[in-house]
């Protein structure tokens, strides 16, 4: 029998619903952190990475995924997933340090050499508090970064106490030879010509890191033997010779400056020797020989400051130590030294002024 057409109108306004497939529900933060740990425990680590970030993105403050996040990205070679997840734990936990070093190793991964010293600087700031592996690693790369950003003698400082800590490596005998150089290279980017004098460099300065000055004495003159033109070793040597035997030190950092009379390194230890040894002249001819070298570097208007203060120049003295601190405001010493020179000029709220900002400057380096 055949419908009215008002009937199959009305059917057709009104089409009968088809049966809705039933939807996943969507996995739930537990769900996809308990899988999360079940495929890390089965070293299933790409299926972890995915499976974390997932979680991460329900949950992402979760320190715990973060961590488990950033290490195994790290050993995947992942290191923009390194940086994310450890800069994310830093931001909830800013005083766990092994965050901040892990941040800092995958950063140098990605020859991202500022960021990484920002970290490496602020893990020195928490006192390298972390496992004695982890330590090792932030300050040896720490060196490094310092070295790519020519900070070189905090570089040396910084391989000195991790030589004293542990035992000296080959990876930190070549670290102390690029510092001691004064070259802006990673050990990998030692050109073939200069790895002997490079090694044999880092080698005599790690002995003396160790205290070992007779066998650093006698790697020293075996490498001005083989390398007598080369200023940074006089220099160095210098230096090492001088707390031994201030005049012998004395006349090879003195070699230093005759090959290089640029060497700023050299005139500001032969301005702070001069000083030292009572003749403020010959101070602030090398704190000038110093500052024209070296303009920008803040230890040449320090150590000409403190020859002028000698020379009873305090205003002139002021002005090169206002430059020092504008070049370096968290030194605690060229605060103290400016602190000085207001002094003697008679401004006693500056004095004070300074004075506080090297205490504080002071409390924050011995935390």
Same mark, same amino acid.
């Given at each position: ?11 057709? @306004? ?15 933060? #537990? #769900? ?5 740990? /079940?495929? $890390? +425990? ?22 715990? &995924? ?14 923009? %997933? ?19 070093? *892990? ?7 990605? $020859? ?6 920002? +970290? ?40 000195t106490d991790l030589t ?16 001691? @150089?004064? $070259? ?8 073939? #010509? ?10 005599? *300065? /790690?002995?003396? *890191? ?34 031994? =035997?201030?005049?012998?030190?004395? %006349? ?6 005759? @090959?290089?009379? %640029? ?10 020797i001069s000083l030292k ?9 090398? &704190? ?55 002094? $003697? ?10 004075? =506080? ?11």
């Open positions: 029998m055949q419908l009215p057409a008002w009937v199959l109108a009305i059917s057709a @306004l009104f089409p009968v619903s088809q049966p809705v497939a039933a939807q996943t529900p969507a996995p739930t933060f #537990s #769900s996809l952190a308990q899988q999360a740990q /079940t495929a $890390r +425990d089965a070293h299933q680590l790409e299926k972890a990475v995915e499976l974390y970030k997932k979680a991460l993105k329900l949950k992402p403050n979760w320190e715990e &995924g973060l961590g488990n996040l950033g290490s195994i990205a790290y050993d995947l070679d992942q290191y923009k %997933d390194c940086v994310w997840a450890f800069n994310k734990l830093s931001e909830s936990q800013p005083d766990a340090t092994p965050a901040w070093t *892990m941040a800092g190793l995958c950063e140098y991964k990605l $020859r991202n050499y500022g960021s990484a010293l920002d +970290d490496f600087t602020q893990v020195e700031k928490l006192g390298f508090k972390e496992n004695a592996e982890l330590a090792r690693a932030a300050r040896l790369h720490y060196a490094l970064m310092l070295i790519k950003a020519a900070r070189f003698e905090k570089a040396i400082a910084v391989l004293r800590i542990d035992k000296k490596t080959p990876e930190i005998i070549a670290a102390a030879g690029i510092a001691g @150089l004064r $070259r802006l290279w990673l050990p990998p980017e030692v050109p073939e #010509s200069e790895r002997d004098l490079v090694y044999r460099t880092g080698d005599a *300065m /790690t002995s003396a *890191m160790e205290l070992n000055y007779k066998e650093a004495n006698q790697k020293f003159e075996e490498l001005l033997k083989a390398y007598p033109s080369e200023p940074n070793v006089h220099f160095r040597y210098g230096a090492l010779l001088y707390i031994q =035997d201030a005049d012998r030190g004395i %006349d090879e950092i003195k070699e230093a400056v005759a @090959l290089a009379p %640029d060497h700023v390194p050299a005139l500001v230890s032969l301005s702070a040894r009572g003749d403020p002249k010959a101070a602030e001819a090398y &704190g000038e020989q110093a500052v024209k070298a070296g303009p920008a570097d803040f230890s040449t208007h320090v150590v000409l400051g403190r020859a002028l203060i000698a020379c009873d120049d305090p205003a002139h003295a002021a002005t090169e130590l206002q430059q020092a601190v504008k070049l370096a405001p968290n030194e605690p010493d060229a605060h103290f030294s400016l602190a000085t020179a207001y002094t $003697r000029l008679g401004k006693k709220d500056e004095a004070a002024r300074e004075r =506080d900002e090297f205490k504080r400057l002071q409390h924050i380096g011995g935390n």
